[in-house]
């Protein structure tokens, strides 16, 4: 892919239908399963459709997947001596989806009851399989094609889209590893973006630091009671109704926080990692706040949440600088 991309600033867009058709055909057809008995068998034929859109994207360093097509497979078997043929319909294969989120509508063609049994056996034995390979489809797509369309590190000047690429590409410790799946982020079930913002109060950083952990000041700025609140490492909280939530990883005090944190419509499980910096000038503290595993989708209402209901009520609660 040819590619004028300066320091991988711009978005790049690659359409990768052809290539998935060649995927799902290499991987899923010539699947097979047989009843225990020994009665029946099956045995996906041929990749009838692939509908759709599948895209891979590229802006500021940050490679992300989106797609979302309907497949539909033919299968042939037999039940004793009796052929039977039909297809497996899977309406929505998408970058959001769950493994156990897909639907398999498994038809028959010329059905009658002798020929039951192999649908039977599709969905025991077959539709596992499935599962498992259509859920590796994200993974696979980015590693084939999420490299030609950015430039490499060495050639990017930009700090910044190189520091995303950087850590895109880094290889994880076990260490590392351990933790992230302590964390449930199921990073598998988002394509995710990071999100930065900056604010300054009229404070010093002392007093900014305890306003976000102090449980009576939470109480006042949230306008209620924490649902729950543990102001520790390890501790978790949930505020606004049970609306955000998350916990505590690591903090420095007058320093940093670091936490884990979702708003409550996001998928169970997923936290976006959300670090505030405390950084004192002369007069005011800035507040850098940065989240990095944010649901791409989910920029605009994250960062609105966080000015209208963080930093706009702290300020107007405690005074600590005018509210735009």
């Given at each position: 892919m040819v590619l004028h991309n300066p320091n991988n600033w711009h978005w790049v867009d690659k359409n990768c239908v052809d290539w998935s058709k060649s995927y799902f055909s290499e991987k899923l057809v010539g699947i097979s399963a047989t009843s225990d008995d020994g009665q029946t068998s099956t045995s996906i034929t041929k990749l009838a459709s692939l509908t759709g859109d599948v895209d891979v994207n590229q802006r500021k360093g940050k490679v992300i997947s989106l797609y979302d097509v309907k497949i539909v497979l033919d299968y042939a078997g037999t039940v004793e001596t009796t052929p039977v043929t039909g297809t497996i319909t899977i309406p929505e294969v998408a970058y959001d989806t769950d493994e156990d989120e897909y639907v398999f509508d498994i038809s028959i063609s010329e059905e009658t009851k002798e020929k039951l049994p192999a649908r039977a056996l599709i969905r025991q034995k077959i539709v596992p399989e499935l599962r498992k390979k259509l859920s590796a489809f994200g993974h696979d797509l980015i590693e084939t094609h999420g490299k030609d369309i950015q430039h490499p590190v060495g050639e990017n000047r930009s700090q910044f889209t190189s520091s995303n690429q950087t850590a895109a590409a880094a290889p994880k410790s076990a260490a590392t590893s351990a933790t992230e799946t302590a964390k449930k982020s199921s990073t598998s079930?988002?394509?995710?973006?990071?999100?930065?913002?900056?604010?300054?109060?009229?404070?010093?950083?002392?007093?900014?630091?305890?306003?976000?952990?102090?449980?009576?000041?939470?109480?006042?700025?949230?306008?209620?009671?924490?649902?729950?609140?543990?102001?520790?490492?390890?501790?978790?909280?949930?505020?606004?109704?049970?609306?955000?939530?998350?916990?505590?990883?690591?903090?420095?005090?007058?320093?940093?926080i670091e936490m884990l944190w979702r708003l409550k419509d996001w998928k169970p499980d997923h936290f976006a990692d959300l670090n505030i910096e405390f950084d004192q000038g002369q007069g005011e503290t800035k507040a850098i706040v940065t989240w990095k595993g944010v649901p791409v989708g989910q920029e605009d209402v994250t960062r609105q949440n966080f000015e209208e209901y963080y930093v706009k009520s702290i300020k107007l609660t405690f005074g600590f600088g005018a509210v735009l």
């Open positions: 079930a988002y394509n995710t973006t990071t999100l930065r913002l900056e604010s300054a109060f009229n404070t010093t950083a002392a007093e900014l630091y305890t306003t976000f952990l102090d449980p009576a000041r939470v109480t006042a700025w949230t306008r209620s009671p924490p649902v729950k609140f543990s102001p520790s490492e390890g501790g978790e909280y949930a505020l606004f109704g049970g609306n955000v939530s998350g916990k505590f990883v690591k903090l420095i005090e007058n320093k940093s």
